[in-house]
Each structure stands twice: as C-alpha cells, then as structure tokens.
Antibody
Framework: EVQLVESGGGLVQPGRSLKLSCVAS????????MNWIRQAPGKGLEWVAYISSGSSYIYYAETVKGRFTISRDNAKNTLYLQMTSLRSEDTALYYC???????????WGQGVMVTVSS | DIQMTQSPSSMSASLGDRVTITCRAS??????LSWFQQKPGKSPRRMIYGATNLAAGVPSRFSGSRSGSDYSLTISSLESEDMAIYYC?????????FGAGTKLELK
C-alpha cells in the first residue's frame, strides 16, 4: 500500500525556519518525482515545489523561491522541504504528492500544518 | 504562468442531476489536465488525469472531456457522496497551477 506521511509542522514565528519531511512507503520512491503542495486555511490548492527522481530537476513557485528548498534522500525514502524566512502567508496545510507530467498526484499525504505567527 | 479559470465557483444540484464543471487554460496545455475532489478535512483525491482518463477506483459516473482550451469534469448522475470541492490542475509547465475550485452542494 502506497503511503506518504508528512511531519515537522508546527507554530513558528515570522522570519524563522522549519523543515518538513515526507516519508514514503509502498512504492519505489527513487523512481518518482515528488512535490509539495499547500492549502491555506479555507483556501484553494497551491503547488509549491517539485524535485525529480534523481534530484536533477527542481522547480519552485515564485511565492517561495529563494526561501524554500526541496530535497530528497532516496536511501531513506524521504522528501524534505526546508522553509526559511517564514511569513504569515506561508501558514497552510502542506501536502506531499508523487508524480509529474501526465500521470501525477495519484497519492497524497495526510498533510502537515504550518502556522506562522508571533 | 498558465492561468486556469475554473467555473462555476460554486453550484447546487439535486441527486441524480448531470453536473459539469469547466476549466479554461490561458495557454495550450494539451491533455495535461487533471481533476481532484476534496472533501472537508481530507486530502485531495485524483479523479481524472490526462484530461479524459478515469483514475483508479473512481466511479464511472465521472468523466473528463476537452474542447479546445476548455476542459470539463462531468458527473452523469449526482450522488450524495459527490458533494465536495473540485479542482483542476495543469501539469504541462512549471509552475503547475490549480483552478480556484468549484464547491458542489446539494440543492
């Protein structure tokens, strides 16, 4: 059974940092590109970042470029999102989801909440 | 960036109704269009990918179609479990972009 389990969220002050993790199981993690997607409270879905299976290709939304870093450890089946210089508008539920291109986002994690507030 | 204009933003329908939700892409996205269903407190669920392909486990009353730059999700006969918010997504070009969502409610 495919599972994606996020962790690392919490309450953080503006300007501080936080690192999210997404542990994958039930599939060959190293074969798939992976993504972070977020959803602010009561709002729609926003794609945040992508990393290819071998980490060669990385893309970010303009809203997080220069502040967030996506990475992965294929040996640990884990996807990461390092978030720095956090702002109140980064407050959201963060999901990891697998895939890219034509056939993607077939599996999502349960989400992890990040709240940026003083 | 590619803009996805989704309509309507909300709608109410009766059980058994045929319901159609549409997304219009600001640029050519081919068939790189997916539809997702999200219920309160739940993660999104993929319903359609490649514009017309039914995702695994999705009931056959759901279908996707394309007419030019307009993409549609149709529910042929609405059931109570279909009440949710639906989002489209283009995945031909980064940044991937979602539509703003359609909230489907029971009349």
């Amino acid at each position: 059974e495919v599972q994606l389990v996020e962790s690392g969220g919490g309450l953080v002050q503006p300007g501080r940092s936080l690192k999210l993790s997404c542990v994958a199981s039930g599939f060959t993690f190293s074969n798939y590109g992976m993504n972070w997607i977020r959803q602010a409270p009561g709002k729609g879905l926003e794609w945040v970042a992508y990393i290819s299976s071998g980490s060669s290709y990385i893309y970010y939304a303009e809203t997080v470029k220069g502040r967030f870093t996506i990475s992965r450890d294929n040996a640990k089946n884990t996807l990461y999102l390092q978030m720095t210089s956090l702002r109140s508008e980064d407050t959201a539920l963060y999901y990891c989801a697998r895939g890219d291109g034509y056939d993607l986002f077939d599996y999502w994690g349960q989400g992890v909440m990040v709240t940026v507030s003083s | 960036d590619i803009q996805m204009t989704q309509s309507p933003s909300s709608m109410s329908a009766s059980l058994g109704d045929r319901v159609t939700i549409t997304c219009r892409a600001s640029q050519d996205i081919g068939n790189y269009l997916s539809w997702f269903q999200q219920k309160p407190g739940k993660s999104p669920r993929r319903m359609i990918y490649g514009a017309t392909n039914l995702a695994a486990g999705v009931p056959s009353r759901f279908s996707g179609s394309r007419s030019g730059s307009d993409y549609s999700l149709t529910i042929s006969s609405l059931e109570s479990e279909d009440m949710a918010i639906y989002y489209c997504l283009q995945s031909i070009q980064y940044p991937y972009t979602f539509g703003a969502g359609t909230k489907l409610e029971l009349k």
